[in-house]
């Protein structure tokens, strides 16, 4: 929902507002609401958005398989062919 709300719609995702609603539309219950809404939820992304970016993260969406990092929507089919690869050589 708030990929959505964020890409989709180009809505403010760090408005109080639009988080609730996408939370809302995501049937979550008041405590998971007030539980993303608080200060220390916010420190803790700012806090996990700065150690991604030290691992060379730069942008959303992205994914970490074995230390290899795929960035975009468009290359989950890359990272699906990666992990097949490193399923299978694990299981040789």
Same mark, same amino acid.
């Given at each position: 929902?708030?990929? =959505? #709300?964020?890409?989709?719609?180009r809505?403010?995702? $760090? @408005? %109080?507002?639009? +988080?609730?609603?996408?939370?809302?539309? &995501?049937a979550?219950? =008041? #405590?998971?609401?007030?539980?993303?809404?608080?200060? $220390? @939820? %916010?420190?803790? +992304?700012?806090?996990?958005?700065?150690? &991604?970016?030290?691992?060379?993260?730069?942008?959303?969406?992205?994914?970490?398989?074995?230390?290899?990092?795929?960035?975009?929507?468009?290359?989950?089919?890359?990272?699906?062919?990666?992990?097949?690869?490193?399923?299978?050589?694990?299981?040789?």
């Amino acid at each position: 929902m708030v990929f =959505e #709300a964020m890409w989709q719609h180009r809505s403010d995702i $760090g @408005t %109080r507002e639009v +988080l609730t609603h996408c939370l809302i539309s &995501a049937a979550l219950g =008041e #405590a998971v609401i007030e539980a993303a809404l608080s200060p $220390g @939820t %916010r420190s803790e +992304l700012v806090a996990k958005s700065m150690q &991604a970016y030290a691992m060379g993260i730069f942008g959303v969406p992205s994914f970490v398989a074995h230390g290899e990092i795929f960035f975009g929507a468009d290359r989950l089919d890359m990272l699906a062919w990666r992990l097949e690869q490193q399923s299978n050589q694990s299981n040789s």
